[in-house]
């Protein structure tokens, strides 16, 4: 089923036209497809091929000749998951080893996902910022699996690690993002204000106002 209100660009539709079949899945709606698929971001367009097993993943939205030259080049066995491995083995590239992860990643693969931002960690300077950026992407992995002590614990130690920068000012906001998730309103509101005292020039100053607000709006009504 081709949807031209999603893809307007000439050459995306040619493409799904005659070398492949696009098939639009809403998530709410069939959440088998988008479970066993282990769907984990929106848009997310999986490419799987004639047998039936899945080549690879785009995640989120690129211009169209980008959009285009990645499922041509998945299709040629280019850059895929499989592709990334086999050079990662003479590779040892920390930029590889980070593409690897995020491929683990947005495929619900936790434990490999953890190993190579890991690799990443160890492959260089533990405070650098592609150390920063692994572990905090270690910390939305437990935070995406809802393993909330864990989530917890590593965003707390970011921001201990990376105080002074922009990973231990990220930290703070995803613990009271967690705090809110896992139903402690309390601490949420206390972690949502702690965040607007400490980094008042923050750009997501507003979001975390707007948070604490409707925290305790139910407090509000109740009075």
Known sequence: MLDTVVFVDSSVI????????????????????????KISAYPTAVLIGSDGV???????????????????????????????????????SRDLYFEIADKYKYRSGLEGAL???HKVI????PLDSMSGESRIAIADMYRRAKDWEKTIDEFKAIEKDFEGTGFGMDAVIY??????????TAMAIATFEDYIERFP???????????????????????
């Open 14 to 37: 040619d493409f799904f036209l005659n070398d492949a079949v696009l098939a639009k899945v809403h998530a709410e709606e069939d959440t088998v497809s988008t479970q066993s698929l």
């Open 115 to 117: 190993s190579w931002y």
């Open 175 to 184: 613990q009271a993002i967690s705090y809110r998730r896992m139903g402690d």
């Open 201 to 223: 020039d923050s750009e997501d100053v507003d979001y975390a106002t707007r948070q604490v607000d409707k925290l305790k709006e139910p407090e509000t009504k109740g009075e």
């Open 54 to 92: 899945e080549i690879d993943r785009v995640i989120g939205y690129e211009p169209p000749e980008e959009y285009l030259k990645k499922l041509k080049d998945y299709l040629a066995g280019i850059g895929t998951l499989d592709d990334l491995l086999a050079r990662a083995e003479t590779d040892s």
């Open 122 to 125: 160890e492959a260089g300077e």
